[in-house]
């Protein structure tokens, strides 16, 4: 033992205790102080929004959120020609045939508060500046996900990745795949306007709506140029304006390489979809304890924080954080604002916020809450900022008519050809190196008076064995019934329909076949499945079970019996091919 | 970071934050001010001091290691202060708690300290003020001799020569009860 441990117990186990009165003489001199203090304070002017952004590290790093944000702010425009002079089909045709344009952008409210977001769009690429932010710049490559900051004060450049982006392969095709899309949709309304004055010229307004998105859209009457789109998607608002289209840009403008004389920061890589409920929580408790001393914001759409940047003014250099910490902070901020921004790809319905004046720790308060896909509770979260599940009829308040959970989705008859539907796969590991596939395909839509459904199995190998027809998209199915099936081909089959229980909500068809792994490539340690759904669908996953007897075991995190494969949520275009992926599975130990 | 946003509260004029930091370096420092005066009521005096003074600097307070060595570094400051004017009125001594309020023993009012405390006070009280310094901002404060010397504006040799000389000191006036 050194010399020095005994005395370093001694210390360890001394134990000094104050009582209430000890501590209020210690520190009373103290919040004295503090109270003289708070009372010089002055109350510091707000400074231009955006240049904010720009000379605060932690700041930058939350608002490259807010430009990322708004770089993924698509048009949604929906084609269908009604009564006018003008169609809407042929007021879109400028933003569809435009190989290049220039607009503004302004997210939430006109009101003059709001930055306006200048963009310049050449194929793939954005050139955005924002208003108050100088010469500063960033170029957004949407085909490679990736974004350039270059701050012309500081001579810097740095690029962002973005994972997660939904699929923009071009900026304008972006649109038409939209159009394309949302033309085939059934949801789909437009409704004319008519003639309206807007700044001192005639403009023709168009209202198109669909379930996920409602657009406004404002054409000059005598070109047909549009002149104005406002949309709302979700609980986001923004405005475009102030539109040119076909503008002889220098290409240079959309350059993805550090300029020459800058230095430039490295990459940093964003998740867009990864942001959990967790994530959204650390960022209430950010903004309430670093940004709004102890209360929680006004707001948490994604306009109330680009207005709220303005009250950071220094607080992350106040803050004395290292680069590393001031990372830490911009990175969890980004998580928080791309909860909500793509709060529909994980939550239905739309979000309540209450926590304007609520202070942090008030266990008793709800100050947010929302529906988590395919759940049928809420989730509430208190400003203590613990979270508990609650039933619709358990709210703090009431939910609006519209916004009250769907029913499960039931069958539909459209009048296009194919059937379209969502489809889980179960894989159970058997012993002798077999799995059990069961498939629970859950019918959405199908042609009229069509009696037989064609399916491909992803391996022609292996045969279907039976097909039943149940209640519930999920096991366990019930009130089943057997449905016959004929092989038309190698792997395909056709199954007898059943046409008047699927208008039920009777519609999850469970089909089973039997595949050998030896049959699966095996690649780094992984058996190799293709991942096919049997018809076109909306949403695919793959589940692993094993068989105790099967020789195998799960890898990773299991759900009781269930370990997930692969899970691809919502997909706009129905698909049957997503790629291929290993089985979570190795040799029992 | 959870010290350097209690920091960013206390400069917005948070109480709380103040609070929070109270009660979380409160016995580090009295340990600290009992080694090093062997008084009760000078610990109070001096933590109290040291959170003043703290709050008093907080405009151009930075806060670039840690919060910890920071306050034990301003306590070790205040007792020295301390110490040197109580040195000057002759107060010092063996029964320095003598004359303290009748209030001081409440277990609501008073600072407790166990049995441990008595003992490592009782020692370093046999010590000079520099070693007593050096011993407890290096085993209690975790202070490395360069920090320590910078801070106390000595050699790193110096600070090393009076560690050395104050635990040898330490193990022969403890001996065998430290073992225990």
């Known amino acids: 033992m050194k010399p020095a441990d005994e005395i370093k ?36 002017p707000e400074p231009t929004l955006w240049r904010i952004i720009m000379t605060s590290r932690t700041t930058k790093i939350a608002a490259a959120a807010g430009i990322t944000i708004a770089a993924l702010i698509a048009f949604h425009f929906i084609g269908n020609p009604v009564g006018s002079t003008l169609t809407f089909a042929q007021v879109i045709q400028p933003i569809l045939k435009a190989s290049t344009a220039e607009f503004d952008i302004i997210i939430g409210p006109e009101d003059g508060n709001a930055p306006v977001i200048h963009d310049m769009v050449m194929g793939s690429r954005i050139r955005r500046t924002v208003a108050g932010m100088g010469n500063d710049v960033a170029i957004i490559d949407l ?45 789909f309304t437009v409704e004319d306007l008519g003639l309206q004055q807007m700044d001192g010229r005639e403009v023709v307004g168009f209202l198109a709506r669909h379930p996920r998105v409602e657009i406004t859209l404002w054409a000059d009457a005598e070109t047909g140029l549009p002149v104005r789109i406002e949309q709302g998607e979700g609980q986001m608002r923004t405005i475009c304006k102030n539109m040119r289209f076909d503008v002889p840009f220098d290409e240079s403008l959309f350059s993805m390489e550090v300029p020459e004389g800058y230095t430039s920061g490295g990459e940093t890589t964003l998740d867009l979809l990864g942001a959990t409920e967790e994530d959204f929580i650390e960022g209430l408790r950010i903004r309430a304890e670093i940004f709004g001393d102890g209360y929680f914001p006004d707001g948490v759409a994604i306009e109330d924080f680009m207005r709220s940047i303005g009250t950071m003014q220094g607080k992350g250099e106040e803050l004395g954080l290292s680069k590393e ?61 613990h979270v508990e599940d609650a039933a619709v009829e358990n709210l703090p308040e009431p939910l609006d008519a519209d916004d009250v959970a769907a029913p499960k989705p039931t069958y539909q008859q459209w009048d296009r050809p194919e059937f379209v539907g969502k489809q889980i796969d179960y894989w159970m590991i058997l012993p002798e190196g077999k799995a059990r596939v069961k498939a629970y395909l859950t019918l959405l839509k199908g042609p009229h008076d069509t009696a037989l459904l064609p399916v491909r199995l992803p391996y022609a190998e292996a045969p279907l064995e039976g097909v039943l027809l149940g209640r519930v998209a999920d096991a366990p199915v019930t009130d089943t019934v057997d449905l016959p099936f004929h092989k038309t081909g190698d792997g395909t089959y056709d199954i007898e329909l059943p046409i008047d229980k699927l208008t039920a909500s009777r519609n999850t068809i469970i089909l089973q076949w039997h595949v050998s792994l030896d049959d699966l490539n095996f690649e780094q340690g992984y058996y190799m499945t293709k991942l096919q759904s049997l018809v076109p669908v909306v949403s695919y996953g793959l589940k692993t079970g094993t068989d105790p007897n099967s020789g195998f075991e799960p890898m990773g995190k299991t759900q009781g019996l269930w370990t997930s494969a692969f899970s691809q949520g919502r997909v706009d275009s129905p698909k049957t091919e997503f790629g291929t992926c290993g089985l979570p599975i190795q040799k029992r130990r | 970071m959870e010290d350097k946003l209690l920091v960013y509260r206390c400069k917005r004029g948070s109480p709380e934050a103040l609070a929070r930091i109270y009660r979380k370096y409160k016995a580090d420092l009295l340990l600290l001010a009992m080694a090093l005066l062997n008084d009760r009521s000078a610990c109070e005096d001096v933590v109290h001091d040291v959170f003043v003074s703290f709050v008093r600097g907080l405009d151009d307070f930075r806060l670039t290691g840690s919060l910890k060595g920071f306050l034990l570094t301003c306590t070790a400051n205040h007792a020295r202060n301390w110490n040197k004017s109580e040195r000057r009125r002759g107060r010092m001594g063996a029964d320095a708690d003598e004359g303290k309020p009748a209030w001081a023993d409440s277990p609501v009012e008073a600072v407790a300290c166990n049995e441990q405390v008595r003992r490592l006070s009782g020692a370093m009280a046999e010590l000079p003020f520099e070693q007593r310094e050096v011993v407890m901002m290096h085993l209690q404060g975790s202070m490395t001799f360069t920090a320590i010397a910078t801070a106390r504006q000595i050699s790193p040799n110096t600070a090393k020569s009076r560690y050395r000389y104050g635990i040898d000191r330490l193990r022969l006036l403890l001996n065998g009860e430290v073992a225990r």
């Open chain 1, 9 to 44: 117990r001694l210390i360890h186990e001394s134990q000094i205790l104050t009582g209430p009165g000890a501590d209020g003489r210690m520190l009373r001199g103290a919040l004295d102080e503090l109270e003289k203090r708070r009372r010089r304070a002055t109350a510091h």
């Open chain 1, 325 to 385: 910490e001031e990372a830490e902070l911009g990175i969890k901020m980004n998580k928080h604002l791309l909860f909500i921004r793509f709060f529909s790809q994980k939550a239905e319905g739309e979000w309540t916020y209450r926590g304007q004046g609520v202070k942090l720790g008030e266990a008793e308060t709800p100050i947010f809450w929302y529906r988590p896909k395919d759940s049928e509770t809420y989730r509430v979260i208190y400003g203590d900022l």
């Open chain 1, 143 to 187: 085909e490679v996900s990736r974004i350039l900051t270059i701050s012309d004060e500081k001579k810097e450049a740095q690029y962002t990745s973005l994972e997660g982006l939904p699929s923009m392969p071009n900026y304008m095709d972006g649109l038409r795949n939209v159009l394309l899309m949302l033309e085939r949709s059934p949801h």
